[in-house]
């Protein structure tokens, strides 16, 4: 790559600031993708909604950052509605070859082609959980008429655009995300540690994500309940919950369970590797999801799994999960009665899934992404 054939490439960066939900992927593969290839230019913007001057700080580190000081709002309505440049603060958009747009929101360039990430339809795929799955629907279809490039974090999702949407098949992308470093097989003191630290004297079903409503965490629990009063089922349950938490404590108090239950809320980063590690099984119950995160994290550790069968979970686990139906609650509370029961079941899972999981990296998906903004800037390709 020469100086002559570099692009100059815009980020919407603002979710290189968070932690979880989009900017699990977001930040790791603009990180990776800046790192690829230091012929090219990269100007990471953040918009009104995101700046402060602590965070231009940060980020100046990794690229070069720019700010607009025009609210978010502001800028919808003058590209929805006008259609062009929007006249304040035109730097920030000159001299783009394309902008990766990150957070539904593609910006009009004076020049220069925008590639959209799209994570998943998920209010479309289920809108009776939705109620406002029509602006959904509208901010996506914003999004598709001013991006010519999309980014599809899986086949899965490229599939909805397709069946939803109508979108050509040569306008989209996959680029899966990559497998973080530190989401790896743990010592046992490590998991010992982490685990004393949590009060988890028992073995235990983990379950990591947030209380929302395609995230299924009634019927786990339903099943999980099943399984106890049973008696087939010995295990606590671990609930590591991001968004949702009070939500999740009132399910588990009506339960009959609720002692062998652990609401943890959000946990410090660095805990869930050594609580994936020393989990008899992590449980993904999902209706539907984009790609399904903590399946490649579990497996990444060790942790076997139990995945619902829906959305783009099993393209993820690849028959390294064991699969059942999201609304099937005889067969969660069976599927964890076998994982916990039988150490050759788990012991087969966790192979399969580190085997899996070492398939993913971010080396390869900045990889792909660069390769996908090269050819929608015309380039003839980078080296």
């Not at 006008?82 to 001299?95: E, L, S």
């Not at 973080?180 to 630290?197: G, K, L, S, V």
């Not at 990591?208 to 087939?232: C, I, L, S």
Request: hydrophobic share 45%; charged share 20%.
């Amino acid at each position: 790559m020469t100086q002559e054939t570099a692009l100059t490439i815009g980020v919407d960066a603002g979710p290189l600031l968070g932690r979880g939900g989009i900017s699990g992927y977001v930040a790791p593969l603009v990180r990776a993708l800046v790192g690829l290839d230091p012929h090219q230019r990269y100007r990471l913007v953040l918009r009104r909604s995101w700046a402060s001057g602590e965070a231009v700080r940060a980020l100046s580190q990794l690229a070069p950052t720019s700010t607009t000081r025009v609210p978010d709002a502001w800028l919808n309505w003058w590209w929805d509605h006008v259609g062009t440049v929007f006249p304040a603060g035109r730097r920030v958009w000159d001299g783009l070859d394309c902008f990766l747009a990150t957070c539904l929101m593609a910006p009009v360039l004076p020049g220069g082609k925008v590639a959209a990430i799209v994570y998943d339809l998920i209010p479309l795929k289920l809108p009776a959980l939705f109620p406002n799955h029509h602006a959904f629907r509208t901010a996506i279809g914003r999004l598709l008429d001013r991006s010519a490039l999309l980014i599809a974090i899986s086949a899965r999702t490229k599939q909805d655009l397709i069946e939803l949407f109508g979108v050509d098949d040569a306008r989209i992308r996959v680029v899966y995300p990559g497998r973080n470093p530190e989401f790896r097989p743990q010592e046992a003191p490590r998991i010992a540690a982490i685990t004393a630290r949590h009060r988890l004297t028992n073995p235990y079903l983990l379950y990591v994500g947030a209380h929302g409503p395609h995230k299924n965490v009634p019927t786990m629990v339903r099943a999980y309940e099943q399984a106890r009063r049973r008696g087939d089922l010995k295990a606590d349950l671990v609930l590591v919950i991001r968004a949702g938490l009070e939500e999740a404590r009132a399910l588990v108090e009506r339960t009959t369970v609720k002692a062998s239950v652990h609401c943890l809320g959000e946990v410090p980063g660095e805990d869930l590797p050594p609580l994936f590690a020393g989990a008899e099984c992590t449980l993904v119950p999902s209706r539907y999801e984009g790609f399904g995160l903590p399946v490649l994290e579990a497996m990444s550790c060790g942790s076997p799994v139990i995945a619902s069968n829906a959305g783009a979970l099993p393209e993820v686990a690849g028959g390294a999960a064991y699969e059942v139906d999201p609304d099937d609650v005889d067969g969660w509370a069976q599927a964890m009665c076998r994982m916990a029961g039988e150490q050759q079941l788990r012991a087969g899972g966790r192979q399969k899934g580190l085997e899996r999981a070492a398939r993913f990296s971010w080396e390869a998906s900045a990889s792909r992404l660069l390769a996908a903004l090269t050819a929608l800037s015309g380039r003839v390709g980078h080296a």
